[in-house]
């Protein structure tokens, strides 16, 4: 069983529709979650990073932390064509290393 | 655009060949790795520095070494490349002003190994 659970999609939805991104993980360890966006043919682009458990919002962009459930989110509110891309998660733990355990992607596709 | 260059941007090789990829930051980051991203495995860390000098293995660092012998370079070798190395390397960086755990990533370098 892998450390990060991430669906592969593709996540097909129109435009205008709220748009749930998830990851499950088995190590309770983890303290950072991270949430990337990757083009085709480009590098993963930060979106949100939150630590420990919770929610933090910024403009359409809700990232959620249910650590109790080792659970995270991504939610995208009014979705747009220029959404669609593979999003990531990444998760690390408090141990100084800063080494992050990514999940595999899941690919977006927001039709207009 | 978090000031990371990557160096080849494609590259094609032969097995056996010695391969080296450099990766350039302007930020002043302590911290800079080297991941791999394939099909069905997404991003894996191959190695990763924590300073000049310093460097530590990730979780697929057979075949592969590194060195940094500057703050803003980072290179990795891929001492006789294999079929198997054939995929997309991406160099990252993070610890900038005491905030270690937002990486930023370059834009990769397609490896493509015949």
């Known amino acids: 069983q892998k450390e990060v659970e991430q669906d592969p999609g593709p996540l097909s939805v129109p435009e205008g529709a709220i748009v749930s991104l998830n990851c499950t993980y088995s190590n309770s360890a983890f303290q950072y979650f991270m949430w990337y966006r990757q083009y085709s043919r480009k590098g993963p682009e930060l979106l949100m990073y939150?630590?420990?458990?919770g929610n933090k919002e910024d403009g359409r962009f809700t990232a959620q932390v249910d650590k109790s459930s080792k659970y995270i989110s991504l939610f995208i509110r009014d979705s747009q064509p220029s959404d669609s891309a593979t999003y990531l998660c990444a998760m690390s733990e408090t141990s100084g290393t800063y080494k992050y355990i990514f999940g595999t992607g899941t690919r977006l596709k927001v039709l207009a | 655009d978090a000031g990371i260059t990557q160096s080849p941007r494609h590259k094609v090789t032969e097995t056996g060949t010695p391969v080296t990829l450099r990766c350039h930051q302007t930020?002043?980051?302590?911290?800079m790795y080297w991941y791999r991203q394939d099909p069905g495995h997404g991003l894996r860390l191959i190695h990763y520095s924590y300073g000049v000098k310093d460097t530590d293995k990730g979780e697929v660092s057979d075949g592969y070494s590194v060195s940094r012998s500057k703050t803003e370079d980072f290179l990795l070798t891929l001492e006789s490349a294999t079929s198997s190395q054939t995929s997309v390397y991406f160099c990252?960086?993070?610890?900038?002003?005491?905030?270690?755990?937002?990486?930023?990533f370059g834009p990769g370098t397609r490896l493509t190994v015949t």
């Open positions: 930020e002043n980051h302590r911290y």
């Open positions: 939150t630590y420990s458990s």
């Open positions: 990252a960086i993070s610890g900038q002003g005491g905030v270690s755990y937002e990486q930023y």
